[in-house]
Every structure is written in structure tokens, then in C-alpha cells.
């Protein structure tokens, strides 16, 4: 369907992927008409396919809502989990002609589907939006070489507690307890390590009172400040 950018929903994945003061910069207002004329809104289930690696790159993609996991298959049959996006991120974003990785549905969701040759318009006809866009994509490469530091100088259980550090935080919306829409194997194959070294981790947290589980998905951080300085030692 068309895209209605007068929703609420839509109005708030967008103010979360430009910035609140979207609205406000220079070009704003033909951009929305024109973002409103050419994209779309998609409704997807669970576990269904945005797009698959090696299709063709001719869209990216920002979640209205629900939960995103982008996952890539290894030589050796295994994945790489890479990332979980969430309202306000963006995905698909390639400078080759094929994605390089999937992107998949943890949960029922809403994504807008914006043509690359849209994005590329932006650049010519909007320079303010194209600069917030530069803004957000270098940020994407901060978090990605942060993530890369986590990987290779913390311990198992330390990137698990990163982990849920951070999806407090993406998830939480200023409370302690928040639910995972992703398996325990999905939380392994993006932390590095086995289904098995997971499952400890998540009981050696609880056993140390850092964390509670109700169930498999919704976690209580019970000791934030004990479980950064564990994050971090």
C-alpha cells in the first residue's frame, strides 16, 4: 500500500530514523510529499523474508514496527546474525547490485519500502535530508566497529551482558524489564558462540542476581549498574 505519512506510527519511525526535528529542515515539507508519493507500507508475518541475500539491492527499508533480524549464511552451512533492528532503523542500504545478507521477521511487522533511486533523488534534490541520512549511516558504522570491539576483546558472558545492556536500552523505554523477541539461538549466532555458552550465560547472570526470567523472552534487569560494571570489567 501507499504510504500514509500522516500516521502516527509512520510519523514516529521516521522522527526516530532523521530526528524528532525532521520536519523542520530545509526541503522537509516536498520530501514527505514526494517520500509519501513513491514509498510504501508493508505488512509482513513472523519469520517472513524482507529479502533474501543475493536478491536484487533495489530497496531499503525502515520498520514502522516489530522486530528485524538481518542474518547471513556461512560457507559451512552455519549463520551470522548481524544485527536486530528495531522502529526507525534502516536496512538494505548496498552500494552492489545484491544484498549481501537476509533480513527476516522476528515478529509481525510494518516496514516502509523505499526505492535506492528515491535515496539517491534525496541527495540531488534535498541536501539537508541527504546530510541527516550521511549522519545516521556513519553512526550504523560506529555501532558496527563497536560491535566488532565487544566481539573480540570480551568474554562469552560479558557480550551477553552487553547485550542485554543494549536492548535495554533500545527495548526497555526507560524501565528495567523488557522481552526479547528473538530465540536464545538467534542471541548466539549474533554473540559468537553456541546455543550451550548462551544458555550458561543467561543462568550464571540470573544466579549472580543481575538479571530474572520470567520466561525465555521477557528479562528483569535487577542490578543494571552490577551488570555494566561486570559488561565492562
Do not use: W
Not at 542474518?71 to 522502529?87: H, K
Not at 549466532?189 to 548462551?198: K, N, P, V
Amino acid at each position: 500500500m501507499s504510504l500514509d505519512i500522516d500516521k502516527v506510527a509512520i510519523k514516529t519511525s521516521l522522527s526516530s530514523f532523521l530526528g524528532s526535528n525532521c520536519t523542520e529542515m530545509d526541503g522537509a515539507t516536498d520530501f514527505f510529499e514526494e517520500l509519501a508519493e513513491k514509498a510504501e507500507e508493508v505488512n509482513l508475518g513472523i519469520n517472513e523474508y524482507i529479502f533474501r541475500e543475493k536478491d536484487d539491492s533495489d530497496y531499503v527499508y525502515i520498520p514502522v514496527s516489530g522486530a528485524v533480524m538481518l542474518e547471513r549464511a556461512t560457507l559451512t552451512g552455519s549463520r551470522q546474525v548481524f544485527a536486530f533492528l528495531f522502529t526507525g532503523n534502516i536496512l538494505g542500504i548496498s552500494e552492489h547490485k545484491n544484498y549481501s545478507f537476509s533480513a527476516k521477521t522476528l515478529t509481525n511487522a510494518v516496514v516502509i519500502k523505499i526505492n535506492q533511486q528515491l535515496i539517491l533523488d534525496i541527495f540531488d534534490k534535498y541536501p539537508a535530508i541527504a546530510q541527516r541520512y550521511h549522519e545516521v549511516t556513519r553512526h550504523i558504522l560506529t555501532l558496527i566497529l563497536d560491535q566488532l570491539f565487544i566481539m573480540g576483546q570480551k568474554t562469552a558472558h560479558q557480550r551477553l551482558a552487553h547485550f542485554l545492556l543494549d536492548m535495554k536500552y533500545r527495548l526497555g523505554h526507560g524501565t528495567q524489564t523488557f522481552h526479547l523477541p528473538m530465540s536464545r539461538q538467534d542471541i548466539a549466532d549474533y554473540l559468537g558462540m553456541s546455543l550451550e555458552t548462551a544458555s550458561r550465560g543467561f543462568s550464571k547472570l540470573k544466579k549472580d542476581g543481575l538479571i530474572s526470567i520470567e520466561n525465555n523472552y521477557q528479562i528483569t534487569l535487577e542490578n543494571y549498574d552490577a551488570l555494566k560494571a561486570y559488561a565492562e570489567d
